[in-house]
Nanobody, 115 residues
Framework: QVQLVESGGGLVQPGGSLRLSCVAS????????MGWYRQAPGEQRELVAA???????RYADSVKGRFTISRDNAKNTVYLQMNSLKPEDTAVYYC?????????WGKGTLVTVSS
């Protein structure tokens, strides 16, 4: 059974940093593009960043220059380093394949940016 488990969220002040982790189990995702998505209250879920199997990355315009996605295939883990956080980054963050597969959505991890 495939599971994607996110962690690393929390409360942070504007301008602060967080590092999210997503551990995949039940399958080898090393040849699969992976993405981080987020959903803010009252908003649709959106793609934040994606990393392809060879390391190429893609970012939403709203996070370019502030967020960095990476992967460690040996650990079946995907990371999202978030710097210079803004209140509008507040959301539940999820990882999934890119493009996503509905059956892989996990519980996500909540990121709250507030003073």
């Amino acid at each position: 059974q495939v599971q994607l488990v996110e962690s690393g969220g929390g409360l942070v002040q504007p301008g602060g940093s967080l590092r999210l982790s997503c551990v995949a189990s039940g399958s080898d995702f090393s040849d699969t593009a992976m993405g981080w998505y987020r959903q803010a209250p009252g908003e649709q879920r959106e793609l934040v960043a994606a990393v392809f199997s060879r390391g190429t990355t893609r970012y939403a315009d709203s996070v370019k220059g502030r967020f960095t996605i990476s992967r460690d295939n040996a650990k079946n883990t995907v990371y999202l380093q978030m710097n210079s956080l803004k209140p509008e980054d507040t959301a539940v963050y999820y990882c999934n394949t890119f493009p996503f597969r509905t059956k892989y959505w996990g519980k996500g991890t909540l990121v709250t940016v507030s003073s």
